[in-house]
């Protein structure tokens, strides 16, 4: 599933590529993906250029010259690719915003879980959809009300995008990992000094992941992730590291909130 650093990947790919373009015409194959009805979308935004995006979390929001938000949702696979009118058609670009100038940028959705449609504001959607602010954004101080007023496991406190948003499965095993806390801590518990390495590990598990533009196998050795066992694994089996860094013994999978979840028992001890 495309988690934060993916989507910031995608977010800079298209302000480096679909800014400032008239829109000329949006083909859409599948009107389920949707949000907002076809006609009010044309009708909408043909003329308009985009001009700014926002990420939140997994959401990415772009805005256009004459103040129209559009929110994209990235679902389990999706993706953006810009082309050039006389190429083909990217496969699975089931929508596509054709510019004046001759590119293309299609929306490429293989699985339909992705969607497209207009909001009235960022603040009002996330307002909405309790939505806490960017895991890159957040403070210091909100991060750690947001996890102590909650009494559960630190780790699907975390998950939950109404404490900080854009933190998923993989993210908050290394996160904790990093932060040397056992998954199972309760989070109302948690000191000072432990909301604080939990604060400091999402950012340089996060801004390292964008560093790498979400290539895991690129990550340092360091990292829990080559433990890992992926859907679409960038490692082969045998080239797995389950050792963990720390040398001493091997990574731990047990269930956390439903969720498969990896530690090191001995670097992530509960108290
Ligand atoms: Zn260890």
């Not at 996330?126 to 496991?153: G, H, M, T």
């Not at 694994?233 to 439903?258: D, F, M, T, W």
Request: net charge negative.
């Amino acid at each position: 599933m495309p988690e934060l650093p993916e989507v910031e990947t995608y977010r800079r790919y298209f302000e480096e590529t679909s800014l400032h373009q008239p829109i000329e015409f949006i083909e859409v194959e599948d009107r389920k993906l949707l949000t907002t009805d076809y006609a009010t979308l044309t009708e909408t935004l043909v003329g308009q250029s985009f001009v700014s995006t926002k990420r939140v979390g997994k959401n990415l929001f772009v805005q256009t010259n004459q103040g129209n938000t559009v929110h994209f949702h990235f679902g389990m696979t999706g993706d953006l690719e810009y082309y050039h009118s006389s190429l083909e058609r990217p496969r699975h670009a089931r929508i596509i915003f054709v510019f004046r100038s001759g590119f293309n940028l299609g929306f490429i959705c293989p699985r339909k879980f992705e969607r497209i449609g207009l909001v009235e504001n960022i603040e009002s959607y996330l307002k909405k959809k309790k939505i806490a602010p960017d895991a890159l954004d957040i403070s210091l101080e909100e991060l750690s009300r947001n996890v102590r007023k909650r009494k559960s496991f630190i780790k699907p406190v975390l998950l939950d995008q109404s404490t900080v948003a854009g933190i998923g499965n993989w993210i908050v095993d290394e996160v904790l990992f990093q932060a040397k806390i056992h998954p199972e801590s309760w989070s109302n518990t948690l000191t000072d000094n432990e909301t604080e390495r939990i604060f400091i590990a999402i950012r340089y598990v996060l801004e390292t992941a964008i560093e790498h533009e979400a290539n895991y196998g690129r990550f340092p050795t360091s990292f829990l992730i080559h433990a890992r066992e992926w859907d679409t694994s960038p490692y082969e089996e045998a080239n797995r590291h389950l050792l963990c860094p720390c040398g001493k013994i091997e990574i731990a999978q047990i269930r956390v909130g439903g969720r498969a979840t990896y530690y090191c028992p001995e670097c992530q001890q509960l108290r």
